[in-house]
């Protein structure tokens, strides 16, 4: 709040510094007056006593204004600026907090508690009529988010830099009159004067009454013009904004300091309230970063108004910098922290299963592996039966209903920690029949276990009986070509074709079939799932094959993997005449450069390898998950030594997936490395692409991690073939697993009834997510699309388990349904320690003066909002910004001293002629 204020000051006497200048002043003063009475007093004793009065009046009131010009008075406005109190909320939004609030394991999560207290008691509406309250989300960022900001508004109010002075016209006028009375009785006196002193024939008795009431007129008259001049000085130098005209006709201060716009915008903060608090705080973040959050709030906001900062977690911090050395920072700013510990900090009997990992797609007789992670707590280590259940997927998106109607096919006894620490238990199982299954495990939790509704996880997963048909094109008998060639020649559920562009007739390759030269028709084009090219010539390929390419990828969901080389891709690249360059361009999920080998930035033939740099999307590509399990499987990329090569990709397209880049620093380019992996939808289809053919050199750590990588690869590509449900289109989603909190990607290539591109506003989906709840997901047009009639959603995931997206065409009558599935879990770093933490919240509050507290079962939400209510004490601050000396008052102050000095001295000189004394 901006406040004005007028000051008025001594301007002298700020720059006399010390007792004795001031002891010289006041006993020169002092002598001065002394002297001016004395000689006075000596030199008019012959006159009457009125006469003597004015005379000394006169000269005392000259040298009280000679000082009191020496002391310069000066006027300033001066601006107090009072900044309100704050209060900082951080809220936790790390998964963990999805876990139940307290020791009750079916109460509500820890993130819905945030939500009631925020949201369903009148505590932030307390808080922001003494405190500007701002509340923050935190997790896995560096800087906390800001999802509402209330309280504290600033009015200005229209601060007027001259005091009003109601009286002052009146004031003025009773000056006027008295300086003109004055004036009157000294005309007057004047007059008697001269009349008495031309008398000099009249008696001695006579002369001497005249010349006493003469000397009252002279007194009167002195003291008249004294105080009216002094009023209508001070009067005129207060209002020096307003002319003397103005200042006797009453007129009211003719204009005030409005506050300026840029004072308005500096002191009233933006307002920011949130719609809806279970989507703002939702518990999505993979990490909990306790230290950043508060780092954050400390750089943001001045210590010297934060009331506190209130910290709404589970006290879990793991991951950012030290959160001790962020509450050492508080405890320097002398800025308190408020802990709301949120969670239970027993350990009740439970055992939950933590994941379960299935493929979604087998063959039949091809056995495979189940993993589940499970995970205990309690009193000691919990020795439990796990089972393996399988049966055929009911659709109704309930575990429960699913695992009754299965079957036991297999199962063992674990002994889980107490701890929290996470164990696995594996499985493997042939299926049973072809079709759309589900499997679930589940633990025989013992008769103390606190929850039962986490006992079990389910996951869907399709048995295919028809082979997957891949056509592999190379340009030459590469490493990588035969690697893979042989690779899938040998997979007993893929079909493989083979055409070596370079091959001569006869030539013996491994494969079920050679062709020797790309599908003529629709028809054999249309038999592949997969096409997969090894740095191909791509000028053997005429306009009409690569159109009918295209139509494979979009209407057909072909799975195209493209693996560039340094043979044919540079000479390719470069034939920008050449109409089938942009048709083969627009299949890569990256821009190519077309500048000549020398300016292009690729690299054939280098000299170091560079492990692959991935992205937080790779954590989602199961087809980089490469060993038995995700972690694993990237500490075996953190560890491989990396590719050579690689091909000029300047940047990903729109809606491109990235996921990893060549980490050479010296080939960085306008701050962004060369992309080596990524991917695209192409209407219906999938394009994969991988910036060399070295992923043979993972073969020097394990031959079945190349296997593994190009084994998923070539089946997550082809998903879109394999899983199609319906003639009329295809459903598709950006990644099938999923960590609790990410946004899942829907896609579908959709025709109407007579197999055109369908053409509708929008289109409605299901998602029926764990426990059987179902929520709707509306699809939309897809704009720059190759293909009409592809449609895109999101969807957030905000809890563990298997999800089911629905999408239904057609009628009743022909009711054809669409699906996808995506399996969803927590991740290890948040479930390792589901405790609260109590011993590191309350050291937060004693070690910044705050307090803790803990939300157990028996604490109730107006009880802790009112604790927090009246520990936060608002601490506005006020800052005094100094302002100029007004010239103005300045000027009538003179004007006034000059015209009250020069009146009194005229007065005296002609008094002392009347009475012959000048």
């Known amino acids: 709040m901006s406040e004005r204020q007028v000051v008025y000051e001594f301007a002298r006497a700020a720059t006399l510094e010390g007792w004795w200048l001031w002891a010289t002043l006041v006993g020169s003063l002092a002598a001065l007056l002394f002297v001016c009475v004395r000689y006075y007093r000596r030199d008019v004793s012959e006159l009457s006593r009125p006469v003597r009065a004015a005379l000394l009046l006169l000269r005392l009131t000259t040298i009280v204004a000679l000082v009191f010009f020496f002391f310069e008075l000066q006027r300033r406005t001066q601006r107090l600026i009072t900044r309100p109190s704050e209060v900082a909320v951080l809220v936790d939004t790390s998964q963990s907090m999805s876990l139940p609030s307290s020791s009750n394991l079916t109460s509500q999560s820890r993130a819905e508690r945030a939500e009631t207290i925020l949201a369903q008691t009148d505590w932030l509406d307390t808080l922001k009529e003494q405190h500007r309250v701002s509340i923050y989300t935190f997790g896995g960022e560096a800087e906390p988010t800001i999802i509402e900001s209330i309280g504290g508004s600033q009015t200005t109010d229209q601060d007027q830099t001259e005091e009003s002075v109601p009286e002052g016209s009146s004031l003025a006028i009773f000056a006027a009159s008295l300086i003109a009375l004055g004036v009157i009785l000294a005309v007057l006196s004047l007059l008697i004067g001269a009349v008495s002193k031309s008398s000099s024939s009249n008696s001695s008795s006579s002369s001497q009454p005249a010349a006493s009431t003469l000397g009252w007129w002279i007194l009167g008259s002195a003291v008249c013009l004294i105080i009216g001049i002094t009023i209508l000085g001070g009067v005129a130098s207060v209002r020096s904004q ?4 103005e200042i006797f006709g ?3 201060l003719a204009s005030t300091d409005e506050p300026d716009e840029e004072d308005l915008d500096a002191t009233l903060p933006e ?10 705080i939702a518990a999505t973040d993979p990490q909990s970063r306790i230290g950043d959050a508060i780092r954050g709030i400390l750089t943001d906001h001045d210590p010297a108004t934060l009331a506190g900062i209130v910290l709404l977690s589970d006290g879990q911090a793991n991951g950012g910098s030290d959160a001790a050395a962020a509450v050492a920072a508080a405890r320097r700013s002398e800025v308190a922290i408020y802990t709301v510990g949120l969670g239970s900090s027993d350990a009740p009997t439970n055992v939950r299963v933590v994941d379960l990992d299935a493929p979604r797609r087998v063959y039949p007789g091809d056995r495979f592996a189940v993993t589940g ?5 309690g009193a000691k280590p919990l020795d439990v039966e796990v089972q393996l259940i399988d049966g055929l997927d009911s659709g109704t998106g309930d575990e429960n209903d699913d695992a009754e109607s299965g079957k036991v096919v297999d199962s063992q006894r674990v002994t889980i920690s107490n701890d929290g620490t996470l164990s696995g238990v594996r499985f493997e199982i042939e299926p049973e029949s072809v079709g759309r299954r589900r499997l679930s495990i589940r633990v025989v939790a013992p008769a103390e276990d606190r929850n039962q509704r986490d006992d079990q996880r389910s996951a869907r997963y399709e048995v295919v009986s028809r082979k997957l048909r891949v056509l592999a094109i190379a340009g030459g008998p590469t490493r990588e070509y035969r690697f893979v060639r042989n690779l899938l ?4 559920s893929i079909e493989l074709s083979a055409w070596l562009q370079t091959g001569q007739p006869g030539m013996s390759q491994d494969a079920d079939a050679l062709v020797a030269e790309f599908p003529a028709t629709a028809e054999e084009l249309f038999e592949y799932d997969v096409i ?18 295209e139509r494979w990828l979009a209407q057909q969901a072909g799975g195209l993997i493209l693996v560039a080389g340094p043979v044919y891709h540079p000479q390719w690249i470069r034939k920008r005449t050449d109409p089938r ?3 083969i361009a627009s299949f890569f999920p990256v821009s190519l450069s077309t500048q000549s080998p020398l300016l292009s930035g690729g690299r054939q033939g280098g000299e170091n390898a560079w492990p692959i740099k991935l992205t937080p999307e790779s954590q989602r590509a199961e087809f980089l998950w490469i060993a038995p399990s995700p972690e694993e499987s990237f500490e075996v990329w953190e560890d491989f030594s990396g590719v ?3 091909v000029d990709a300047k940047s990903p397209k729109p809606g491109a997936k990235v996921y990893g880049y060549f980490s050479d620093p010296t080939t960085e380019l306008n701050g962004s490395l060369p992309i080596y992996m990524a991917s695209q939808f192409y209407g219906a289809g999938r394009v994969y692409f991988q910036g060399s053919g070295e992923m043979w050199r993972l073969r020097g750590v394990s031959d079945a991690y190349f296997d593994s990588y190009y084994t998923k690869l070539v089946r997550w590509v082809s998903e879109g073939r394999l899983l199609r449900d319906s003639n009329r289109g295809v459903l598709l989603v950006d990644s099938s697993r999923a960590m609790v909190g990410d946004t899942i990607t829907v896609r579908a290539v959709l025709t109407d009834e007579q197999f055109e591109p369908l053409d509708v506003p929008e289109v409605q989906a299901k998602v029926l997510g764990p426990g059987g709840r179902i929520d709707d997901v509306m699809l939309t047009p897809l704009k720059g699309e190759p293909r009409a009639g592809t449609y895109g959603g999101r969807f957030l995931v905000r809890e563990a388990g298997s999800y089911e997206i629905r999408l239904t065409l057609g009628d009743a009558l022909d009711e054809q349904v669409l699906r996808q599935s995506v399996q969803v879990r927590l991740p290890t770093i948040e479930l390792e320690r589901p405790r609260r933490n109590d011993i590191e919240l309350q050291q937060f509050a004693n070690v910044t003066g705050g307090e803790y507290l803990p939300v157990n079962d028996d604490v109730t939400d107006e009880s802790l909002t009112g604790q927090l209510s009246n520990w936060l004490r608002p601490q506005p601050q006020t800052t005094i910004l100094p302002g100029t000396p007004d010239l103005d008052f300045n000027t009538r102050r003179n004007a006034a001293l000059l015209w009250l000095i020069a009146t009194v001295l005229t007065m005296e000189w002609v008094t002392r002629r009347l009475h012959r004394l000048a």
């Open 242 to 245: 307003q002319s003397l005209a």
């Open 644 to 646: 050579f090569d690689f």
């Open 581 to 583: 360059v942009a048709k």
């Open 373 to 377: 992670v499970l995970q205990a707590s």
């Open 271 to 280: 307002t920011i309230q949130v719609d809806d608090w279970s989507d703002a």
């Open 250 to 252: 009453g007129a009211s």
């Open 532 to 549: 997969a090219m090894f740095d191909p010539d791509w000028s053997a390929l005429k306009i009409e094959e690569l159109d009918l390419l």
């Open 489 to 492: 020649y040998r997979d007993p």
